[in-house]
């Protein structure tokens, strides 16, 4: 599995992501650009000693990126198909967008139908990104019956 951000902009949120794809085995990539330096203290702080167990990748071009994977879903408020509701498969790339903005609309315009949603009150904001993450890599490992996380 493998986790994608696009320009995230906290470091805090990154580094907690970081810690849950150590902890299951799950790729990190980050699209550029960042808001932040990878030696942000707060990332690190965040990611405390896990950072040397990520497989951590910086990417600046997310399209080229998408053109090698075979399936990948992009999380967003603005779906309508449940996270629960799609197959994903063991290579699965789980995409989120910014905590500030999201995902920029052309991905919306260009890959609908791999758009996926979180429920939840619809006059609510949007839920924490690191929490966004690690509810679509949980799902996407349940269904893998955690196969991945097998020492």
Known sequence: MR????????????????????????????????????????????????????????????????????QFFFFSSKASQYYTDVKYDSDAALIFGSETSGLPDTYWTKYREQFVTIPMVPEQRCINLATSAAVGLYEALRQHQYNQLAL
């Not at 470091?11 to 980050?30: E, S, V």
């Not at 990611?47 to 998408?66: C, F, M, N, Q, T």
Request: one cysteine or more.
């Open 3 to 70: 986790i994608i951000l696009v320009h995230p902009e906290i470091p805090q949120n990154t580094g907690n992501i970081a810690r849950t794809c150590a902890a299951t085995r799950c790729k990190l990539i980050l699209v550029t650009p960042l808001g932040f330096s990878l030696s942000d203290r707060y990332m690190k702080r965040a990611g405390l000693d896990y950072w040397d167990r990520v497989d951590l990748e910086i990417i600046d071009d997310l399209d080229s990126y998408l053109s090698t994977c075979t």
